[in-house]
C-alpha cells in the first residue's frame, strides 16, 4: 500500500509505502453500520419530548354521562386518549439516546476506514505548511487543481496560517486527531493530514 504526500506550496505528489494491508469493508458492514449507529445516537443525546399521561392532565373527574340509556359507548372519564384534550395513549417520554460500545469495536472500524481511504488514495499528507500565506481563495484552488471537493483535515502541528485558509472553504471541516472518527471520514471524501497527524493515526489506530 502506498501513501501520497502532497506538499502545498508547489503541489508535488511523492508516494511512500506504508506496510499496512488494507481490508475488504464489505466484510465488516455489520462493525462500521454499528459504530455509526452509536455515533449518531450518541449525537442526539438527550430528548425531552414529552406527554401528559392520564394522571398528570387537569380535569373534573366526574363521569361524562350516565352508564346506561344513550346508546353510545361507555365512558368514565374526559382525559382519555379518545378525547380532544385527553392523554397521549404511547406518547414519547424523556429517555436519553446514548448507549456505550466496546472500545475495541470503534477502534477497529476506525482503522478499516483509514485503511481504505489510503487504499483509495483519498489520504494526503501534507507538507511545507509553514510557508504558506493566508489565502482563502490560493488554498480553494490548490485543492481544486487535486479534486479535492470535500476534505477532513486533522493536523497535530501549529500550522496557523493554513488553518485561517480553510476554515471558510465549503465542505471542509478542521478535527483533531484524537477526534478522528468513522461518520466523518465516511462522510467526507478526502483525509488530510499533517506529518505528526499521520504518525499518530498509524501507531495509534492502524497499528496500535
Avoid at 78 to 96: C, E, N, T
Avoid at 160 to 179: G, I, Y
Wanted: aromatic share 8%; with cysteine.
Amino acid at each position: 500500500m502506498k501513501v501520497r504526500f502532497l506538499n502545498l506550496n508547489n503541489l508535488e505528489v511523492v508516494e511512500k509505502d506504508l506496510d499496512v494491508v488494507a481490508e475488504n469493508l464489505a466484510d465488516y458492514g455489520d462493525l462500521i453500520a454499528n459504530v455509526l449507529k452509536w455515533q449518531m445516537a450518541n449525537r442526539r443525546g438527550y430528548s425531552t419530548a414529552k406527554t401528559k399521561v392520564v394522571s398528570e392532565i387537569s380535569a373534573t373527574g366526574k363521569k361524562p354521562f350516565a352508564q346506561k340509556g344513550r346508546g353510545a359507548a361507555r365512558q368514565g372519564s374526559l382525559v382519555g386518549a379518545q378525547f380532544v384534550g385527553g392523554a397521549k395513549a404511547h406518547g414519547p417520554k424523556p429517555r436519553d439516546y446514548s448507549y456505550t460500545l466496546p472500545k475495541k469495536m470503534v477502534k477497529k472500524a476506525l482503522s478499516l476506514v483509514l485503511k481504505d481511504k489510503i487504499a483509495n488514495n483519498k489520504v494526503y499528507v501534507i507538507e511545507g505548511l509553514e510557508q504558506l500565506p493566508i489565502s482563502t481563495n490560493s488554498m480553494g484552488k490548490k485543492f481544486a487543481q487535486k479534486e479535492i471537493k470535500e476534505a477532513l483535515i486533522s493536523c497535530q502541528e501549529s500550522a496557523d496560517n493554513f488553518s485561517k485558509s480553510v476554515r471558510n472553504l465549503k465542505h471542509v471541516k478542521s478535527l483533531n486527531t484524537s477526534a478522528l472518527n468513522v461518520y466523518d471520514l465516511i462522510n467526507y471524501d478526502f483525509l488530510l493530514l499533517d506529518k505528526s497527524a499521520y504518525e499518530k493515526v498509524i501507531n495509534e489506530v492502524i497499528n496500535g
